[in-house]
C-alpha cells in the first residue's frame, strides 16, 4: 500500500510511465525529486532507472533482501532487487533464460549494480554446502576480476576496463550450479600508458601495498610505487581506498574460488614482470655499420626479470632489441632503434597482461564451470563500460562505444523497435512512437563490406605504406555523406567551420554523443602485433603459467599467418555476445550518473538529461504507456493459465485462440486490458498479468492439493486393501494356528485324562496288591484287636453292681478315653436301671420318699444328715396290733401314710404335751395318746405351709389356712422324731391329693397364727435346749421363743 501510495506521489511518480504530463522536464524533474529523497530507483514499466547516489545507502540490508523475495514486482517499492527477484523467478517458474542488461556511462554504477544482483540472487536462493559453496566462489570472482581488470579512471574511481558478462547457471530448483565468464576487450594500454589523474590496474597498487615484504622479496619488488615507471607517479593512493587490504581480499577470494598457492605465486610472478618490464630502460649504440641499434641500459631490471620467468637474460635482452626477419627463405636479424625497442618492450608488457588476464577468467571458469549432464537455466548479468567520451578518444574508447551502440540497438530493438513491429505483425492497432534507431551507427561501425571496422582491417592488411593517415582518407571517402560522420575533410566538403575537429580525427554521433577520434595507434592496436622474437621468447622461460601465455612462440608452430586483428576479434565477441542475449528474456538496468564529480547527492540536471535523451527513455515511456506489458503465444499461455477456468481445465479440445479467449472471458477482465494478435495474447497492464499469475499460483495451489488429497486417498485405500487382505491372512493362519493349538492341547487333555482313568481303574483293580493298602489294613486290624481287647477285658472285670460303686477302670489306650468314659456312664446307668427294676413298690416308695426329703431338706436343716440312716417305717405306733387304736385305724382305714406320735406346743406356755398324728391320703389327725381318740383332723387342703428351723431340732409349725375348719385355735407348733419323714410325707401326700407342692420355711423366724393374735417365733440357738427336743418359751403374747441346740 505503501509502495503504491509511493509510486502514485505526482511529485515523483515511482513508474515513469505515469507520468503526467509527460515531458522531458517533468520526466528530469521527477528523477530529481526521487534523488533528492534518495529514492535512487525508478521504473519505467520494468526498465529499472538507477541513479548513482555516489553514498552508501541502507536498502541493501538483508531485511531489504526478505521483503523483496518473492514480491509482486509493481506492489514494492522500485528497487533493483525487484527486477533481480523477478528475473530469478521468471528464470525458475517459468523456465525461460533471462538476462540482465545493465547499460549507463563509466561511473553511472553498472559494476555495483551487478553486484548488488548477484549478491540478491545468491542471498534468495537456497543454501547447503555444495550451493554455498558455487555461490561463494561465483561472488568471490568479482574482487579478483577487478583487481585485474579495473582501474581509476577520471571519471570512476573503481572503473571497469573490461567488458564482463557472466552466465549463471541455475538447476530447476532455482540452485546455482556454475557459472560463465565472458570478458571483453581489456583496456590493455593503460598498462603503459595513462593520463594524468589516473592509475594503472588495481593490481600494481594492491600489490605493492598489500604484499608482505617475503612476498615482494621473492618477487623481486619494491614497495615504492614512485620506483616504477608504468605506474603514474603523483596518484598512488586512492582516497578511501586501501589497497593493502583489498590485496588480502582479492587473495582471500583466489583461495575461495581454488586457486592454488603456486597459481596464485606464478600469477604474481607474471604482474611483477610486467610491471618490471616498465623498468627495462634501453639505451641508444651505434653499430660498426653506422646503424643505430639499442641495448639495455640497466641490465639489473633484465636480469631480475628474468630469474622470475626463468630465462637467459641474453635471450629477453636480443628480442627486445633485434627482430628477426623473414625474407623469401633468408632469415635477417635487424637491430631495432630505441624507440622500436620500447615499442616492443611496451607491446610485450600489454601483451603479457592482457593474456594473463584471460588466462584468469578461464581459471575461474575452471573453478565455477557446470557440471556437463545436469540440466539448467540461465541468467547472463552484463556489466560492460560504460559509454565513453574523453578529451582525447583512441582505439579502445572506439570499440567500448561500438560495444555500447550495439547494447543500445538490443534495447531499441527489444523494448522499441521489435515491439512496435510485433503489433503490427500481430494485428493490434497501434500508433507508432517515433524512437531513434541507432542501427545507422551500428552499420557505419561494423559493416563488414563498408564499416570503419573493415576499413581499418583493410588498412592493417594492405601491403604497402600504412598509416592512420591513409585510413582517414578512405574513411573520409567512403562516409562524406553519412549523417553520423565528421571530419575536418568532410566539414570542410560541408563548408562547415568546427574549430574542435582537429586534423587526424574523425567523429561520430553516438546515440549517447558525438565523440572525437584521434585516429593515432588505430592500426598498431588494431593489429596488435608483437614481434615473433618477444613470443618465441616467453615461450622459452621455464615459468609454466607465462611460457603458456604465448603458444605461438613455439618454433615448431611458426605460422606465417597474421591472426585476426584486436577490432575483428570484438565484432565477433559482440556478435557471439548479442546473439547470446537475443535468445534471452532481458531486463533493463539503466544507470544514470547524476555529476562528473563523483559528488555524494549531487544532481546536474543537464548531464541526467543528456542521458535522458541518448538512452532513449522518453520513447521507452511512450512506448510503455500504449504498449502491452506482456505478450505470448496463445499454446504456451493457454497451457500455463488453463486451469483457472473448468472449461479449459484439463483439456481445450478447439484451437489455442479460441481456449485463450474462453479462459480470458471467463475470468473478466477489462477489455481494453487484452488484446487478442494474430498469434499471441497481449496484457496491458503488470497488475493484470499479477492477478493473472496471482490466481494461478493459488488454483495450482488448489489443483496441488486436490492431486494430493487423491494421491493420499488412493494411496491409504490400497494400503487399507493390502492391509485388509494381510489382516484376513494373517487372522485366519491365527484362527487356524489356534484351533490347531487348541485341538493340540485337547488331544493331550484327553490322552493325559485318559491315562488318569486308566491307570485310577488299574489302580483301584490292584489296589489291594499294594503296599499302600497294607499299612492302613494293618492299623485298622491292630486298632479293631486292642479295642476288642479293650472291651473284652472290660466284660471280665466289671465292677461291682452295687449302685453305690462308681468305680471303673480306665482306658488302657488314650484314643479310648472318650469311649471308655461313655461306658463307664452306660455301665452306671445299667447297673442303676437293674438296681431299680429289683425294687419292691415298698422299697420304691420308700426310697421316693428319701428322694423327696434329700430334695426338700437337703444343705438347708442340720437333721437331714441324721434322718438318712433312719429308714421312714410310716407305722411307728403299730395300730394293728395295739387294739387300743382301733378307733384310729379305723379312722385312717386304708389311707394311713404315717402313724408317730408326735408333742404338741401349747400355744399359751410352749410347754409340750404327746399327741398321737395321724396322716392319711386326706387328712391329718392329731389324738390324744391316752384317749386314742381324734382330737383334732385336718383336711390336707387346711394346710398352707409348714415351717421348720434350721437346726437338728424336730420342731414344726403347722400353718392352716385362715379358711381352714379343723384348727379353730390357729396353727400348731409340733415336735417330731420324725420330721424329716413327716415333712416329706405331709408333701407328698399333699401332692398326691392336690397337686400342690408344700409350701416349706425353713428360717430362724416365722409368724404363726393363733386365734388370740399371731406370734412371731423365733429359733435361739441355746444350749440350755435338749438334746433333740427344743424347749418354746412364750414370751409376751405374740413372742415366742424356740432355743434349739
Ligand atoms: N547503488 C550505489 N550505492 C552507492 N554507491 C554507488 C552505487 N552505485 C555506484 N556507486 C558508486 O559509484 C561508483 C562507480 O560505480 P561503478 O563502478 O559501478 O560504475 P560503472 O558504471 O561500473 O563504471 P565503469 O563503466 O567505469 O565501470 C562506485 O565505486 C560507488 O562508489
Ligand atoms: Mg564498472
Request: proline share 4%; net charge positive; charged share 25%.
Amino acid at each position: 500500500m505503501e509502495a503504491t501510495n509511493a509510486r502514485l506521489d505526482a511529485a515523483a511518480v515511482g513508474d515513469l510511465v505515469l507520468l503526467d504530463p509527460l515531458t522531458e522536464e517533468s520526466l528530469l524533474q521527477t528523477l530529481q525529486e526521487r534523488f533528492r529523497r534518495s529514492h535512487i530507483y525508478t521504473y519505467i514499466g520494468n526498465v529499472v532507472i538507477s541513479v548513482n547516489p555516489y553514498r552508501p545507502l541502507p536498502i541493501y540490508t538483508p531485511e531489504k533482501v526478505q521483503e523483496y523475495r518473492n514480491c509482486n514486482f509493481f506492489a514494492v517499492t522500485p528497487h533493483i532487487y525487484a527486477i533481480a527477484d523477478d528475473a530469478y523467478r521468471s528464470l525458475r517458474d517459468r523456465d525461460r533464460d533471462q538476462c540482465i542488461l545493465i547499460t549507463g556511462e563509466s561511473g553511472a554504477g553498472k559494476t555495483e549494480a551487478s553486484k548488488l544482483v548477484m549478491s540478491y540472487v545468491a542471498a534468495v536462493c537456497s543454501r547447503g554446502e555444495e550451493v554455498d559453496k558455487v555461490k561463494e566462489q561465483l561472488l568471490q570472482s568479482n574482487p579478483v576480476l577487478e583487481a585485474f581488470g579495473n582501474a581509476k579512471t577520471v571519471r570512476n574511481d573503481n572503473s571497469s576496463r573490461f567488458g564482463k558478462y557472466m552466465d549463471v547457471a541455475f538447476d530447476f530448483k532455482g540452485e546455482p550450479l556454475g557459472g560463465v565468464i565472458s570478458n571483453y576487450l581489456l583496456e590493455k594500454s593503460r598498462i603503459v600508458q595513462h593520463v594524468k589523474g589516473e592509475r594503472n590496474f588495481h593490481i600494481f597498487y594492491q600489490l605493492l601495498a598489500g604484499g608482505s615484504a617475503q612476498l615482494l622479496q621473492q618477487l623481486k619488488l619494491r614497495q615504492d610505487c614512485w620506483h616504477y615507471g608504468y605506474l603514474n607517479h603523483e596518484s598512488a593512493g586512492l582516497p578511501g581506498v586501501d589497497d593493502a587490504a583489498n590485496f588480502r581480499a582479492t587473495q582471500d577470494a583466489m583461495r575461495v574460488i581454488g586457486f592454488s598457492p603456486a597459481e596464485v605465486t606464478a600469477l604474481l610472478e607474471v604482474t611483477a614482470v610486467v610491471l618490471k618490464l616498465g623498468n627495462v630502460q634501453l639505451s641508444s649504440s651505434h653499430r660498426a655499420s653506422g646503424m643505430e641499434a639499442c641495448s639495455v641500459a640497466e641490465p639489473q631490471e633484465l636480469q631480475e626479470i628474468c630469474d622470475l620467468i626463468g630465462l637467459d637474460p641474453g635471450t629477453l635482452e636480443r628480442a627486445l632489441c633485434s627482430r628477426t626477419v623473414k625474407a623469401r627463405d633468408e632469415t635477417v636479424l635487424t637491430t631495432l632503434s630505441v624507440p622500436q625497442g620500447y615499442y616492443g618492450r611496451d607491446a610485450l608488457a600489454k601483451n603479457i597482461y592482457s593474456r594473463l588476464f584471460d588466462w584468469l577468467v578461464n581459471r575461474i571458469n575452471t573453478s565455477i564451470q557446470v557440471k556437463p549432464g545436469k540440466q539448467r537455466k540461465v541468467m547472463g548479468v552484463l556489466d560492460i563500460y560504460g559509454f565513453e567520451i574523453f578529451q582525447d578518444n583512441g582505439f579502445e574508447q572506439f570499440i567500448i562505444n561500438y560495444c555500447n551502440e550495439k547494447l543500445q540497438q538490443i534495447f531499441i530493438l527489444m523494448t522499441l523497435k521489435e515491439e512496435q513491429e510485433e503489433y503490427v505483425r500481430e494485428g493490434i492497432r497501434w500508433t507508432p512512437v517515433e524512437f531513434f534507431d541507432n542501427s545507422i551507427i551500428c552499420n557505419l561501425i561494423e559493416n563488414s563490406k563498408g564499416g570503419v571496422l573493415a576499413m581499418l582491417d583493410e588498412e592493417c592488411l594492405r601491403p604497402g605504406v600504412v598509416n592512420e593517415d591513409t585510413f582517414l582518407t578512405k574513411l573520409n571517402q567512403l562516409f562524406a555523406g553519412h549523417k553520423h560522420y565528421e571530419s575536418k575533410e568532410t566539414q570542410n566538403a560541408r563548408r562547415v567551420m568546427d574549430a574542435s575537429l582537429p586534423p587526424r580525427c574523425f567523429r561520430i554521433h553516438h546515440y549517447a554523443g558525438k565523440v572525437t577520434y584521434n585516429v593515432t595507434g588505430f592500426i598498431e592496436k588494431n593489429n596488435d602485433l608483437l614481434f615473433r622474437d618477444l613470443s618465441q621468447a616467453m615461450w622459452a622461460a621455464r615459468h609454466t603459467l607465462l611460457r603458456s601465455l604465448f603458444p605461438e612462440g613455439d618454433p615448431q608452430k611458426v605460422s606465417l599467418k597474421l591472426p585476426p586483428t584486436a577490432g575483428f576479434q570484438f565484432k565477433a565477441s559482440v556478435a557471439t555476445l548479442m546473439k547470446n542475449l537475443y535468445s534471452k528474456n532481458p531486463n533493463y538496468i539503466r544507470c544514470i550518473k547524476p555529476n562528473e564529480t563523483k559528488a555524494a547527492m549531487r544532481f546536474t540536471p543537464e548531464l541526467v538529461l543528456a542521458q535522458i535523451r541518448y538512452l532513449g527513455l522518453m520513447e521507452n515511456v511512450r512506448v510503455r504507456r500504449v504498449g502491452y506489458a506482456f505478450r505470448q503465444l496463445y499454446g504456451p499461455f493457454l497451457q500455463r493459465y488453463k486451469m483457472l477456468s473448468p472449461r479449459t481445465w484439463p483439456r481445450w479440445a478447439g484451437s489455442e485462440r479460441q481456449g485463450a479467449e474462453v479462459l480470458l472471458a471467463e475470468l473478466a477482465f477489462p477489455a481494453e486490458e487484452l488484446a487478442f494478435g494474430h498469434t499471441k495474447i497481449f496484457i496491458r497492464s503488470p497488475r493484470t498479468l499479477f492477478d493473472l499469475e496471482r490466481r494461478r499460483q493459488e488454483r495450482v495451489a488448489e489443483l496441488a492439493t486436490l492431486i494430493q488429497k487423491i494421491f493420499r486417498g488412493w494411496r491409504c485405500r490400497t494400503r487399507y486393501q493390502l492391509m485388509r487382505k494381510s489382516q484376513i491372512i494373517i487372522s485366519a493362519w491365527f484362527r487356524g494356528h489356534m484351533q490347531k493349538n487348541k485341538y493340540e492341547r485337547m488331544k493331550r487333555s484327553a490322552l493325559v485324562i485318559q491315562a488318569y482313568a486308566r491307570g485310577w481303574q488299574v489302580r483301584r483293580a490292584y489296589r489291594r496288591y499294594f503296599r499302600s493298602e497294607a499299612s492302613a489294613r494293618l492299623g485298622n486290624f491292630i486298632y479293631r484287636r486292642l479295642v476288642q481287647k479293650f472291651l473284652v477285658g472290660l466284660g471280665r472285670n466289671l465292677p461291682p453292681l452295687s449302685v453305690p460303686d462308681r468305680t471303673w477302670p480306665p482306658a488302657p489306650y488314650k484314643f479310648l478315653a472318650d469311649a471308655n468314659q461313655e461306658l463307664r456312664s452306660i455301665f452306671y446307668r445299667w447297673k442303676c436301671k437293674k438296681y431299680r427294676e429289683q425294687l419292691t413298690p415298698q422299697r420304691r416308695a420308700l426310697l421316693r420318699a428319701k428322694l423327696c426329703a434329700s430334695e426338700l431338706f437337703k444343705d438347708k436343716k442340720t437333721l437331714y444328715p441324721k434322718s438318712l440312716q433312719e429308714p421312714f417305717r410310716g407305722e411307728y405306733l403299730g395300730l394293728t396290733q395295739n387294739p387300743k387304736y382301733q378307733k384310729l385305724h379305723a379312722v385312717a382305714k386304708d389311707k394311713l401314710v404315717m402313724a408317730d406320735t408326735v408333742r404338741k406346743v401349747n400355744r399359751a406356755s410352749g410347754k409340750t404335751v404327746p399327741r398321737l398324728l395321724l396322716l392319711t391320703t386326706e387328712h391329718l389327725v392329731l389324738a390324744d395318746p391316752k384317749a386314742a381318740q381324734p382330737k383334732t383332723v385336718l383336711s390336707l387342703s387346711d394346710i398352707h405351709s409348714v415351717s421348720v428351723t434350721r437346726f437338728s431340732d424336730g420342731f414344726l409349725a403347722l400353718h392352716l389356712k385362715e379358711t381352714s375348719t379343723g384348727g379353730a385355735k390357729g396353727d400348731f407348733l409340733l415336735v417330731s422324731d420324725h420330721l424329716i419323714e413327716l415333712v416329706t410325707r405331709l408333701h407328698q401326700t399333699l401332692m398326691d391329693a392336690t397337686a400342690q407342692a408344700l409350701s416349706l420355711h425353713i428360717a430362724d423366724q416365722f409368724s404363726t397364727r393363733f386365734q388370740k393374735g399371731n406370734v412371731a417365733v423365733t429359733v435361739v440357738e441355746s444350749a440350755k435346749a435338749g438334746s433333740d427336743v427344743p424347749v418354746c418359751r412364750k414370751r409376751g403374747s405374740h413372742k415366742m421363743e424356740v432355743l434349739v441346740h
